[in-house]
């Protein structure tokens, strides 16, 4: 099956800076990416997705990227703000129609 | 997201128990699923049902079953609950459209003791 890695696990980073978090996948036949972000005790929400037919994929201060000979896709993050505190998980499709999911990164962002 | 919920919310329950857990939406959806969430782990399939008469084991099916009562109905139970089922439990919903959106419920967490 897929098996999705997701690093860093965790990551600080000042209010202002940019994050970035990256995923690598091993099924090639995956052709859907979504990214998850869950605020503490609650449910995860998508925030962006990408299809493997596009290279990025941008939605205001968050933007992601996929390459897909190298089997990776990144979610970036400009202008941090103390709110985009939480954990965030990238997400593969694989031809089953399934998500796995990344181990997720918790995002700190200070003020 | 209010159109799909969970009950019980919050549950703790002894070794050996049965336990079921339900999921319910009103958003339509054919297809649901049901992930465990462990610190360090994750989310991850447990089971997955793509309409009423289609069941299917997810990565990590021992130790559960489900029950596919209805379109918006999808109960995860378990048989004979032990210490390291203790995790919290989220529902999901899509529908049959390519996006594949998984829109997911506010979480069970359970404890067995």
């Known amino acids: 099956g897929e098996n999705v890695e997701q690093h860093p696990s965790t990551l600080s980073v000042q209010e202002g800076d940019s994050a970035v978090i990256k995923c690598t996948y091993s099924d090639s036949a995956s052709n859907y990416f979504p990214w998850y972000k869950q605020e503490l005790g609650k449910r995860p929400q998508l925030i962006i997705d990408i299809r493997s037919n596009v290279g990025e994929k941008k939605d205001q201060r968050i933007a992601v990227t996929l390459n897909k000979t190298a089997k990776h896709f990144s979610l970036h993050i400009t202008e941090t703000q103390p709110e985009d505190s939480a954990v965030y998980f990238c997400?593969?499709?694989?031809?089953?129609?399934?998500?796995?999911f990344g181990t997720g990164t918790r995002l700190t962002v200070i003020p | 997201d209010a159109d799909v919920t969970q009950t019980p919310r919050n549950r703790i329950t002894k070794t050996g128990k049965r336990i079921m857990l339900e999921c319910s939406q009103t958003k339509g959806h054919d297809r649901m699923y049901w992930y465990r969430q462990d610190p360090g782990l994750g989310l991850r399939l447990i089971y997955y049902?793509?309409?009423?008469?289609?069941?299917n084991k997810g990565e990590i099916s021992d130790g559960y079953s489900v029950s596919r009562q209805a379109q918006a109905k999808f109960s995860l139970s378990l048989e004979s609950a032990i210490p390291n089922q203790t995790a919290l439990y989220f529902c999901a919903t899509s529908d049959l459209s390519g996006r594949e959106t998984q829109y997911f419920g506010p979480g069970t967490r359970l404890l067995v003791l």
């Open positions: 997400a593969a499709i694989t031809g089953a129609n399934n998500l796995f």
């Open positions: 049902s793509f309409d009423v008469k289609d069941i």
